[in-house]
């Protein structure tokens, strides 16, 4: 069993619609979330991150982190054609060495928006 | 403030070359990481370097290496190289506190070097 699980899609969904993405992992040391935007032939470029349980919100974009169940989710609101790339799940631990164990990603969901 | 800059952007190998990836890292950063991206899978961590000395390093074997420059800059070494080492390699920067320092980073990636091993 991999640490990160996210399904790999391909999801499309309409223009307006709101989108859900989500990841599951079974790593309990993992303490920072993070949601990563990649485009084609381009670097990731991180859309948010978050430290604990809860909701965070930034513009269209919502965070959601249930450490109990190690589940966490993007929801995009109000999507747009633009919004139409790879989105991966990154995840952090902090080891006695401080913050050298890297960043864990997911496979990447890659999301469609149809105008 | 430049962002993180990457050279190559693309290169082919064949079986058994070593090959030599470059990484800028941003403005005010002290910290760099690489990550190899295959096809169709999310980046693995490969190592992090922090002010020239190694300070991590995930399930990658010895012939992948690496080096930081006094300025920052940062080299990833591969020998030996293998059809699976075929992928992007992208390279992470970030401004940490000091070894540790329990706190997050936040990464800010380059564009990636694709590297192609016949």
């Known amino acids: 069993q991999k640490e990160v699980e996210q399904d790999p899609g391909p999801l499309s969904v309409p223009e307006g619609a709101i989108v859900s993405l989500n990841c599951t992992y079974s790593?309990?040391?993992?303490?920072?979330f993070m949601w990563y935007r990649q485009y084609s032939r381009k670097g990731p470029e991180l859309l948010m991150y978050t430290y604990s349980s809860g909701n965070k919100e930034d513009g269209r974009f919502t965070a959601q982190v249930d450490k109990s169940s190690k589940y966490i989710s993007l929801f995009i609101r109000d999507s747009q054609p633009s919004d139409s790339a790879t989105y991966l799940c990154a995840m952090m631990s902090l080891g006695s060495g401080g913050g050298a164990d890297g960043l864990t990603f997911g496979k990447g969901t890659h999301l469609i928006i149809q105008p | 403030e430049t962002g993180v800059t990457q050279s190559p952007t693309h290169l082919i190998k064949t079986r058994g070359q070593q090959v030599t990836l470059r990484c800028s890292s941003q403005s005010g950063h002290n910290t760099v990481s690489w990550y190899q991206q295959a096809l169709g899978q999310g980046p693995q961590f490969i190592f992090q370097y922090y002010r020239e000395e190694e300070n991590g390093r995930g399930n990658f074997p010895p012939r992948f290496s690496g080096l930081q420059f006094p300025n920052y800059s940062s080299e990833l070494n591969v020998n030996a190289l293998e059809l699976d080492d075929s992928a992007l390699y992208l390279c992470?920067?970030?401004?940490?506190?000091?070894?540790?320092?329990?706190?997050?980073?936040?990464?800010?990636f380059g564009p990636g070097t694709r590297l192609t091993v016949l």
């Open positions: 790593n309990s040391a993992f303490q920072y």
């Open positions: 992470a920067s970030s401004a940490s506190r000091g070894r540790g320092w329990l706190t997050y980073n936040e990464q800010f």
